[in-house]
T-cell receptor, first 115, second 114 residues
Framework: AQTVTQSQPEMSVQEAETVTLSCTYD???????LFWYKQPPSRQMILVIR??????QNATENRFSVNFQKAAKSFSLKISDSQLGDAAMYFC????????????FGKGTRLSVIA | DGGITQSPKYLFRKEGQNVTLSCEQN?????MYWYRQDPGQGLRLIYY???????QKGDIAEGYSVSREKKESFPLTVTSAQKNPTAFYLC?????????????FGSGTRLTVV
């Protein structure tokens, strides 16, 4: 069974600085999708960024970028120029592309942003 | 606007009672999912449905039941057999075809046993 591991239960970053959240996963598949979701205090889940495993180029969305290392099965999220609104729980998730197979989530990393 | 609506936002259950959490979507998505969220546990899959009138158990289905009679609706019943039901419940949906954009989530239901 696929598993997703987020080894940092909590992280903190100074406003305007950069922080990297770690995620590793275990799979025997060669084709899959990886996601980072943000859950702010409102508890609404928001998709931050998405990576397709067959694409070697790392995905970026404004201040958010990933470092995707397929051989190492690593998918870290980098947040640049951190803002107070970035404070949230961040979940890494994995999915194989066949049909509607469910996402597998990590346990999350709580990010605090210090003014 | 299209989206997923979960209701109620807060729900209180007495010991021994069944309660039903509502999840409705107008996105025309084929698949729907229920997750349970506990502190430090991430999101754990309860049930999912890929098409109408069909659903599969997830990792923690014991004490829960679902139905999928309409494409738009996927209610979750928390039965009295669920020994520790206090948690935050999230419903989600996905297109199920073409490129995979992940899930659209509802805003959640907080269930508390009193």
């Amino acid at each position: 069974a696929q598993t997703v591991t987020q080894s940092q239960p909590e992280m903190s970053v100074q406003e305007a600085e950069t922080v990297t959240l770690s995620c590793t996963y275990d799979t025997s598949e060669s084709d899959y999708y990886l996601f980072w979701y943000k859950q702010p205090p409102s508890r609404q889940m928001i998709l931050v960024i998405r990576q397709e495993a067959y694409k070697q180029q790392n995905a970026t969305e404004n201040r958010f970028s990933v470092n995707f290392q397929k051989a190492a099965k690593s998918f870290s999220l980098k947040i640049s120029d951190s803002q107070l609104g970035d404070a949230a729980m961040y979940f890494c998730a994995y999915k194989i592309p066949s049909g509607n197979t469910p996402l597998v989530f990590g346990k999350g990393t709580r990010l605090s942003v210090i003014a | 606007d299209g989206g997923i609506t979960q209701s109620p936002k807060y729900l209180f259950r007495k010991e021994g009672q069944n309660v039903t959490l509502s999840c409705e979507q107008n996105l025309n998505h084929d698949a729907m999912y229920w997750y349970r969220q506990d502190p430090g546990q991430g999101l754990r899959l309860i049930y999912y449905s890929q098409i109408v009138n069909d659903f599969q158990k997830g990792d923690i289905a014991e004490g829960y039941s679902v139905s999928r009679e309409k494409k738009e609706s996927f209610p979750l019943t928390v039965t009295s057999a669920q020994k520790n039901p206090t948690a935050f419940y999230l419903c989600a949906s996905s297109e199920g075809h073409g490129r995979d954009y992940g899930y659209t989530f509802g805003s959640g239901t907080r269930l508390t046993v009193v």
